[in-house]
């Protein structure tokens, strides 16, 4: 009785997630490709994830509801096989995709390479993402019979005999993938944290700075403020800044003499030829328009860090909620034997709630798309009424 409530539960969650993942699919597929602001090589991954989760839903989850309501129901051969091949084979294009998106996040955030900018590197590791799964697969579809498997419920090859086929595939295919995904994270969170910490570092420093301020009276003038970073024992010299606009500046300096050297340099300190040090400060004319162009490039670096930002957060929640929803059921895999039909098919049901999940998410923690979602559904609204 408590095995049969379980199935039929499974089996209306399944038909619940498979109504939610195929509109969300689809909209996100076309709200990225017609939408401007949206067609970039960051959301290229996204496109080709959503019609992986699209593909999966339509080729996995609908034939397993089949499966639950009539468990001594016996597929025909074809079908049986191509169940058997391409739900495997879907999953592990996903998790091949949540290592594409991790590399792409880690190449922008922590190195300078512009590798993964190139749109044919990226076309070309995304076809790897698709062909790799289905060429690894292939072999044990082949050579092992294909039949409904009584503790998952669904055609698979499970009693296959050929154990090089089944390791070669979960190690390269299943495993790495998703090793590769975890470090990559792991190895921007570290990166985060040591920038943030040199910021710190450099914001405590910037106090102790020799401060120079320009005074654009009628003589002209610097007024030097002096703070830990030169001693008191310094002698400060400073000159006035001429009349003339050509002269293109003023100049400051600064000589480091001990206490013990001051009454033997007083005559040469009084020279206005013998500064040591100088500093060149812009000239009145040219400050505003420096400043200017400083606070809008500061400006622009402050909103790209924040969208890059953003971006690393959404990959990071995307990745975090494909393993909540599909690492229960790649432990399961491994630990096959002693895992008990009831777990397997949960396990299966969050991998299939996966698809439905990161629709959610890209609306959720990207603002342009939510834009995106809302301007699709009301063109089809006012389409249809």
């Not at 994830?49 to 025909?76: K, R, T, V």
């Not at 975890?182 to 985060?192: E, P, S, T």
């Not at 505003?288 to 890059?308: I, K, V």
């Not at 971006?311 to 491994?334: D, E, N, Q």
Request: charged share 15%.
């Amino acid at each position: 009785m408590v095995i049969r409530i379980v199935v039929y539960s499974t089996a209306i969650v399944t038909e619940v997630i498979i109504v939610v993942s195929i509109p969300g699919c689809l909209l996100t597929i076309v709200t990225i490709s017609t939408r401007p602001n949206l067609r970039n090589l960051v959301n290229v991954p996204l496109v080709s994830l959503s019609c992986a989760d699209l593909l999966f839903a339509i080729c996995g989850p609908a034939l397993w509801i089949y499966h639950y309501l009539h468990p001594q129901w016996e597929p025909p051969g074809a079908l049986c096989w191509f169940e058997a091949y391409t739900t495997p084979a879907l999953f592990a294009v996903s998790i091949g995709h949540m290592l594409c998106i991790a590399l792409q996040r880690y190449f922008n955030v922590c190195t300078y390479s512009t590798c993964l900018k190139s749109t044919r590197v990226l076309i070309a590791m995304l076809s790897l993402t698709w062909l790799l799964p289905f060429a690894f697969l292939l072999p044990l579809s082949v050579l092992s019979e294909t039949k409904v498997d009584p503790k998952t419920k669904r055609c698979g090859t499970a009693g296959s005999t050929y154990l090089w086929a089944k390791i070669i595939p979960a190690i390269f295919v299943y495993i790495t993938p998703y090793v590769a995904s975890f470090v990559c994270y792991a190895l921007i969170q570290m990166h985060v944290r040591k920038s943030m910490n040199r910021v710190k570092a450099h914001a405590g420093h910037d106090s102790n700075r020799l401060a120079v301020q320009f005074s654009s009276g009628k003589g002209g003038g610097v007024r030097v403020n002096l703070n830990d970073a030169v001693p008191s024992t310094s002698t400060v010299q400073t000159t006035h800044a001429s009349r003339n606009a050509d002269d293109g500046g003023v100049w400051m300096g600064y000589d480091r003499s001990s206490s013990s050297d001051d009454e033997q340099n007083v005559e040469e300190q009084n020279k206005p030829d013998k500064t040591k040090v100088f500093v060149l400060v812009a000239p009145a004319s040219d400050q505003p328009r420096t400043d200017n162009n400083q606070h809008a490039s500061q400006g622009s670096s402050s909103q790209n860090n924040a969208a890059e930002r953003q971006i690393t957060k959404m990959m990071m929640t995307l990745f975090a909620v494909f393993t909540a929803c599909c690492l229960p059921m790649i432990l399961m895999v491994l630990f096959y034997n002693k895992v008990p039909s009831e777990a397997l098919m949960v396990a299966s049901t969050l991998m299939a709630l996966n698809g439905a999940l990161n629709p959610i998410v890209y609306g959720l923690m990207n603002k342009n798309i939510r834009q995106g979602y809302k301007h699709i559904w009301n063109s089809i609204l006012n389409y249809v009424t």
